[in-house]
């Protein structure tokens, strides 16, 4: 694990989304919580970027299929 930090703000949640954001790497569970800034360990901002990233993927997706 590196000792390299980040921080990061997630957007907050809606009416019946949790207030944090669940991210296990390597065994390690970490809760980030929505609408405040926070530092987090690399892996877990690896994590969360990878995450957006695959969503941003499959909104395009899904755009694209009902075009067809």
């Known amino acids: 694990m590196s000792d390299r ?3 990061v703000t997630l957007p907050r949640a809606g009416g019946t989304e949790q207030q944090f954001v669940f991210v296990c790497v390597n065994g390690r569970a970490y809760q980030v919580p929505r609408g405040k800034s926070v530092e ?11 995450a ?4 941003e993927q499959a909104q395009r997706a899904e755009q694209q299929l009902a075009v067809r």
């Not at 360990?41 to 994590?47: I, N």
């Open 40 to 50: 987090v360990p690399q892996e877990v901002f690896e994590a969360l970027e990878n």
């Open 5 to 7: 930090k980040h921080t």
């Open 52 to 55: 957006r990233i695959l969503r």
